[in-house]
């Protein structure tokens, strides 16, 4: 494995699922957001669709089954440095519940839904907040 930065940036995806008044967030449990919240999300993998990419990170963190809907937010996550240590392209796409049961898995810490009222009072990857602004909360 190289320690060396990335040449370009790499796609990443995550997934707005709402219920009720609430939104899924995970804590992370590894890397660089260790202990921050977010919603699920990660890597593209190669061969990989951006849609099949969001309900398989979904699964993977926190047990649910959900349709993936339309592109509800894009930006980017820049790491400190120069060059940056990292450089993530992020499409968050709205989700919907289907099945599974909510429990975190892989590289999540916690996994549940948080009234919308309250996430700001938790510790956000720094993505989050311009989420949120698009969501209205």
Known sequence: ?????????????????????????????????????????????????????????????????????DVMWTGDAIGPGDPPAWHYVLIDFVGLRVGGELRPADDAAQAAFVPLEDVRRLPLTPTMYDLLETLGA
């Open 1 to 69: 494995m190289t320690t060396e930065p990335a040449e370009h940036p790499i796609p990443g995806v995550g997934v707005v699922v709402l219920q009720d008044d609430s939104i899924l967030l995970v804590e992370r449990g590894r890397g660089a957001n260790r202990g921050l919240w977010a919603v699920p999300g990660g890597k593209v993998g190669f061969g990989e669709t951006l849609q099949e990419a969001a309900a398989r990170e979904v699964l993977e963190e926190t047990g649910l089954i959900v349709d993936i809907g």
